[in-house]
């Protein structure tokens, strides 16, 4: 079936640091969303990349979707206390259901 | 962008009971969708509510575990049937939201979510 996968499912950073985490697809995305969910939240929307090899940036997150749309990374500079939270990617492989990584979770050292 | 609510927002059931969640959509959509997050875990889709139509279910749900309904464009409810402590979830529903201009890439907008305890 269509899985995605994510790196690493934890992450512990000093604050001031930067942050990864990588999604990968088992097969070829029509596009790819990511949403942060707080703890005790629901999951939010932060973008979507539709195009191959697509960059996006929202002030301190840099999100990439890979030449061959089937892995994207979202990365944080300069990590900070509020972005505390699990970041899942979501693939859609053209049926506009969404198909969940398997989550980062990003603590913050303070 | 959407506002959903959804009802409860939290219970604590009875082995062997079972609970409809409601879910409340500001705004009509074509479909909605039910989610299942267990503890620790990513979502996990259950199924799809189109208005007018029976749900379509994802692998490993059943329509006799989990009944859906949806009535109209704003509303749909979700039943979780004969519960056991392995339901134990939090479960949420969501909404795609068509761009503007068209785009059929939609981002999902997700209820807050219901914390389920079966005993």
């Keep these: 079936g269509q899985q995605v996968m994510q790196i690493p499912q934890?992450?512990?950073?000093?604050?001031?640091?930067?942050?990864?985490?990588?999604?990968?697809?088992?097969?070829?995305?029509?596009?790819?969303?990511?949403?942060?969910?707080?703890?005790?939240?629901?999951?939010?929307?932060?973008?979507?990349?539709?195009?191959?090899?697509?960059?996006?940036?929202?002030?301190?997150?840099?999100?990439?979707?890979?030449?061959a749309k089937k892995n994207s990374s979202l990365h944080i500079t300069a990590t900070q206390t509020t972005d505390v939270g699990t970041y899942f990617c979501a693939g859609d492989f053209g049926n506009e259901k969404l198909t969940f990584g398997t989550g980062t979770r990003l603590t913050i050292i303070p | 962008?959407?506002?959903?609510?959804?009802?409860?927002?939290?219970?604590?059931?009875?082995?062997?009971?079972?609970?409809?969640?409601?879910?409340?959509?500001?705004s009509q959509v074509t479909m909605m969708f039910w989610y299942r997050q267990q503890p620790g875990q990513s979502l996990t889709l259950i199924a799809t509510a189109n208005q007018g139509s029976e749900a379509t279910y994802e692998s490993g749900f059943v329509i006799d575990k989990f009944p859906i309904s949806r009535p109209n464009l704003t509303f749909s409810t979700l039943t979780v049937s004969n519960m056991s402590p392995e339901d134990s979830s939090i479960y949420l529903c969501s909404v795609p939201v068509p761009r503007t201009g068209g785009s059929t890439n939609n981002e999902q907008f997700f209820g807050p979510g219901t914390r389920l305890t079966v005993l």
């Design chain 1, 10 to 67: 934890y992450q512990h950073v000093q604050e001031g640091e930067d942050f990864t985490t990588y999604c990968n697809s088992s097969t070829t995305l029509s596009n790819i969303q990511w949403y942060k969910q707080r703890p005790g939240g629901h999951p939010v929307f932060l973008i979507q990349l539709v195009k191959s090899g697509e960059v996006k940036k929202q002030k301190r997150l840099t999100f990439q979707f890979g030449e």
């Design chain 2, 1 to 26: 962008s959407a506002v959903i609510s959804q009802k409860p927002s939290r219970d604590i059931c009875q082995r062997g009971t079972s609970l409809t969640i409601q879910c409340q959509v500001d």
